[in-house]
């Protein structure tokens, strides 16, 4: 089998298309909700949640059968009705439009695979096994969220403000990546006597006592 080409995609407006509404595809929609996509949804029945989400104006649903036109337009697109006939024919509509297609627990008629997501806030480590075990995928992930502490969300949001005043202070080269890298390893907090702030600050006025923070940069 190719290997898979592993990226994290923006789907923000993007219109995608979830043939099903069921529990198959429930997850699907939802979580290309949550990516802010422009969301397109037929399915002869829906679930009580997907149907308020449309409820809501999260989604466009169209409860009939699929049609071929359908996938006019669209760039990602799930098949994942319990009609394995069905899924094939949006499989190949989306093959005639070069359409990134999943046709759910159906790997040869995959283009992309959905994997098993562990979440810190802006943090996302995902899992695949290129759709020959999504079980053990999800023990991966099970696992991995057991392990992983729950403050990591808030604390990849100071490094990532802190990460933004040293940018300001140090100018591109080698030393300012390696300050990266060792801030990383250490504790962020957002006060202004937080030691990996204070390092950075050490750093920037040692070896540029001219360059300041510009105005504006957010603290904790």
């Known amino acids: ?16 298309l979830v043939v099903g509404a069921g529990s198959i595809a429930e997850g699907k929609i939802v ?3 949550e990516a802010e996509a422009d969301v397109t949804v037929v399915a002869t029945r ?15 649903l169209h409860l009939r059968p699929y049609q071929t036109d359908d996938m006019q337009g669209i760039f990602l697109a799930v098949a994942g009705t319990d009609v394995p006939e069905v899924n094939r024919q949006v499989f190949a509509d ?17 283009d992309y695979y959905f994997p098993s997501i562990v979440r810190r806030g802006d943090l996302q480590i995902a899992i695949s096994t290129a759709g020959e075990s999504p079980a ?3 023990q991966l992930r099970r696992d ?13 949001m100071e490094l990532g403000r802190l990460r933004r005043e040293v940018l300001q202070m140090e ?12 801030l990383a390893t250490r504790e962020v907090c957002g006060a202004e006597a937080c030691p990996s702030r204070q390092i950075a600050r050490a750093h920037a006025r040692e070896h540029y006592p001219d360059r300041n923070p510009a105005p504006g940069i957010e603290h904790g």
């Not at 089998?1 to 995608?16: E, H, N, Q």
């Not at 100018?171 to 060792?182: A, D, I, M, Y």
């Open 136 to 138: 053990l995928a999800q």
């Open 171 to 182: 100018p591109l080269g080698e030393p300012r990546k390696l300050l990266l890298h060792q």
């Open 144 to 156: 991995l969220n057991e392990q992983l502490p729950l403050d990591l969300g808030p604390w990849l």
């Open 31 to 33: 979580s290309m909700v």
């Open 1 to 16: 089998m190719p290997g898979l080409f592993p990226i994290f995609l923006k789907l923000t407006a993007r219109p995608c």
């Open 94 to 110: 989306a093959q005639q439009r070069n359409t990134l297609i999943n046709a759910v627990d159906d790997p040869p008629y995959c």
């Open 46 to 60: 829906a679930s009580s949640r997907v149907q308020q989400l449309a409820a809501d104006g999260a989604i466009r």
